[in-house]
T-cell receptor, first 116, second 116 residues
């Protein structure tokens, strides 16, 4: 079964410092990976996805993610954190659900707090 | 959250009652999904639908029911058989489910259900 793991429940970073939110995956076949962000009491917003090609994927709001096949990781990064980046971040992987259809399997989320 | 609406934002239910959560999208997407979110558990898939008049159980379908009579609408009923329904419910849609193209999901703002 396809799965993702987010090893950190919470990440704290000072404003202006680089941030990393970690994600590792377990898939059979090619991995299709996603990052989403959720602000309090809101739905999820899509940040970026990896399908194939360049291992560094650029997304919304200055975020990027680095795909590493040998380490089975897909870490989310930003060069300079903003207080407004404080939110809950979810990694997800596309998984096969039968009859030619697919679904997303989500990690448990990582709470990012950017400290002024 | 643009393009997907969920109502109501907050819902209170007495034990033994069925309640229906609304989800409407104007994105002309074929696929729609319902997730349940509990603190520290990420998102878990309840039901999904690839096309009108067709839907499939997700990982935690027991105690829930859905219908897909129109492309734009995918209501979720939480029945009295659901033993612990207090949670945040998220509806999502995507262009499609099948095939080799990898589509991201777009999420609504969510409905918070509380059992009194």
């Amino acid at each position: 079964a396809q799965s993702v793991a987010q090893p950190e429940d919470q990440v704290n970073v000072a404003e202006g410092n680089p941030l990393t939110v970690k994600c590792t995956y377990s898939v059979s076949g090619n991995p299709y990976l996603f990052w989403y962000v959720q602000y309090p009491n809101r739905g999820l917003q899509f940040l970026l996805k990896y399908i194939t090609g360049d291992n560094l994927v650029k997304g919304s709001y200055g975020f990027e993610a680095e795909f590493n096949k040998s380490q089975t990781s897909f870490h989310l990064k930003k060069p300079s954190a903003l207080v407004s980046d404080s939110a809950l971040y979810f990694c997800a992987v596309r998984s096969y659900s039968g009859a030619g259809s697919y679904q997303l399997t989500f990690g448990k989320g990582t709470k990012l707090s950017v400290i002024p | 959250d643009g393009g997907i609406t969920q109502s109501p934002k907050y819902l209170f239910r007495k034990e033994g009652q069925n309640v229906t959560l609304s989800c409407e999208q104007n994105l002309n997407h074929d696929a729609m999904y319902w997730y349940r979110q509990d603190p520290g558990q990420g998102l878990r898939l309840i039901y999904y639908s690839q096309i009108v008049n067709d839907f499939q159980k997700g990982d935690i379908a027991e105690g829930y029911s859905v219908s897909r009579e129109k492309k734009e609408s995918f209501p979720l009923t939480v029945t009295s058989a659901q033993k612990n329904p207090t949670a945040f419910y998220l509806c999502a849609s995507s262009i499609g489910l099948a095939g080799g193209t990898v589509y991201e999901q777009f999420f609504g703002p969510g409905t918070r259900l509380t059992v009194l």
